[in-house]
């Protein structure tokens, strides 16, 4: 595979780039065909270590389904229905990454935009769409900090 300038890409960037696609292709459709929201599960992609190279399926990364979480007082639920795939993200993955120190396993950070699905938080309606950290995954529970509302109408 050539570059916009005539180089070959390195065989890295191909297995990389093969690999998302295989996550991506998987996340769409779990393997008996049905649609998270219906079986009412949030499936999330788990960060398990901090991957040596490019992430391995089952060691470095899951794919991991659990009951659809309940927000707590001063909570939200969001059903995220767009994610961002960045090159960022790979560096996330790092025990250390900008600056912080991770834990493991955490959900695969990335932001987002949802609905939100159920609310018990007085500013943030059920209805409403938002942006913010959601991470790899169908929900999400928030207390609203660095979330931001979208307008109801976008121009």
């Not at 297995?15 to 998987?26: G, K, M, Q, T, W």
């Not at 209805?127 to 109801?152: E, N, Y």
């Amino acid at each position: 595979e050539s570059t916009s300038e005539g180089r070959r890409a390195a065989p890295s960037a191909q297995v990389h780039s093969d690999y998302v696609a295989r996550s991506l292709r998987s996340w769409v459709v779990d393997p008996a065909g049905h649609a998270a929201m219906a079986q009412e599960i949030n499936r999330q992609w788990v960060v398990l270590q901090q991957p040596q190279g490019a992430p391995v399926l089952g060691k470095d990364i899951e794919l991991r389904r659990n009951p659809k979480p309940a927000p707590e007082d001063g909570e939200f639920l969001v059903r995220v229905t767009s994610m961002s795939l960045d090159p960022y993200i790979r560096g996330t993955m790092n025990r250390i990454a900008y600056g912080r120190t991770q834990t493991y396993p955490r959900v695969m950070t990335c932001g987002g935009v949802g609905q939100i699905v159920e609310s018990k938080h007085a500013d943030f309606p059920v209805g409403a769409m938002v942006q913010g950290q959601f991470g790899w995954q169908d929900f999400a529970v928030s207390k609203g900090a660095g979330i931001r509302l979208l307008p109801a109408k976008i121009p």
